[in-house]
């Protein structure tokens, strides 16, 4: 059975080509895992920190977190960065850990939402506000941490959440020195979260990808890293049970484990995760890429074309959206190409080079010279 079309099918952050470092810089045709797909995957949930199991999140934090993570969801990030810095002010006056206190919480979402925009139009929209708002979210960790009953798991989580997204944020600017202190500081710090509360699974989809991560890149490159830990059998076990008892991180885990799948050729268990995560965010960009590579990576090229449109027409509309829309364009009038659409792809073609032709952005333009060479090659 084929997947539904577009509105019925489920989340994933990723995309495909052939992914510039970093999650979240993504050009698209994902086909063969590497150290690029390792970092992509890592990121992506680096940039979801609100995912807390419900036996660890304060009760009064529960709202800000559901819209906050639900606005980033559905690329609303303009929504879920208010929202964040809103809470924050509301509440940093008083940021004495007490759990009805949002500072804390509030400041890592800010920051969240922010790398996930970044993630989202694969580009650094503004590296300063990033850098301020991680800063931020360390102080108020600092704030909340003595007084939330000791360093508990929530508060680890938090911090471990907080270093892993500057990780990131250095990873995919290519400055991996910088990246490498806080990441390994906040795989630490995400076991002793685990070690502390052995209900919180929102750590399995973390420790569980790293254990997966690992043990594929010891395959890869065995001859260097034959010394390497890591099981990929006991980092899907882990991103299961995640999967299956984390209240909100539950879809992170499924989300990498529908990657997972078509990596380890079970298509049909990636097929049955996203048709099953997908009904309530139907407009989501990262939903579509998760329909697109899916369609794609089984062969269903026109499908995969329709909704790599669908993409490029919301790129369109956004305001730091126009090297994706380009790219998802580009990918459409491929996808058309392998579907024999060739009257389809060539206008796809014509389309793409007469809106984005002129544009001095040099990864634009890279873009539009494929395109050229597929209308080339299409010959119309």
């Excluded at 995400?190 to 399995?204: I, Y």
């Amino acid at each position: 059975m084929s997947l539904p079309s577009v509105h019925r099918v489920g989340i994933t952050l990723q995309r495909g080509k052939d992914l510039p470092l970093g999650v979240f810089m993504f050009p698209k045709d994902f086909k063969n895992f590497d150290f690029k797909f390792l970092t992509l995957l890592i990121l992506i949930y680096l940039f979801v920190p609100a995912a807390l199991s419900a036996a660890v999140i304060p009760p009064a934090h529960r709202p800000l977190i559901d819209s906050a993570v639900r606005y980033i969801l559905e690329c609303r990030f303009d929504d879920a960065i208010s929202i964040t810095e809103k809470a924050y002010l509301s509440s940093s006056g008083g940021n004495d850990g007490k759990d009805g206190n949002l500072a804390a919480i509030a400041a890592v979402l800010h920051t969240a939402a922010l790398g996930m925009r970044d993630v989202d139009f694969d580009t650094v929209v503004d590296a300063a506000a990033f850098a301020a708002s991680y800063e931020r979210s360390i102080a108020s960790i600092d704030k909340y941490e003595p007084h939330a009953a000791a360093a508990n798991s929530y508060t680890l989580t938090l911090r471990g959440f907080s270093l892993a997204m500057h990780s990131s944020f250095h990873l995919r600017r290519g400055s991996y020195l910088a990246a490498a202190g806080t990441g390994f500081d906040a795989i630490k710090i995400m076991k002793e979260a685990g070690r502390l509360d052995s209900t919180n699974t929102e750590v399995n989809f973390f420790l569980g990808l790293y254990d997966y991560t690992r043990a594929e890149l010891r395959k890869r490159f065995w001859w260097v890293l034959f010394w390497y830990p890591g099981d990929k059998e006991s980092g899907i076990r882990q991103l299961e049970a995640g999967k299956d008892g984390a209240a909100i991180t539950g879809a992170a885990c499924a989300l990498a484990l529908s990657d997972i799948y078509l990596k380890e050729k079970a298509p049909r268990r990636s097929r049955d995760i996203i048709y099953n995560m997908g009904r309530g965010l139907p407009d989501s960009r990262f939903v579509m890429w998760a329909e697109a590579k899916y369609r794609e990576d089984q062969g269903m090229y026109g499908e995969a074309g329709r909704v790599f449109g669908r993409l490029a027409d919301s790129y369109e509309r956004e305001r730091y959206g126009a090297y994706n829309a380009a790219v998802t364009r580009g990918k459409q009038a491929q996808m058309q190409s392998k579907a024999g659409e060739t009257a389809e792809a060539a206008k796809t073609c014509t389309y793409l080079i007469d809106r984005y032709g002129s544009s001095n952005d040099k990864r634009i333009a890279g873009v539009v010279s494929d395109v050229r060479k597929l209308l080339g090659k299409i010959g119309q």
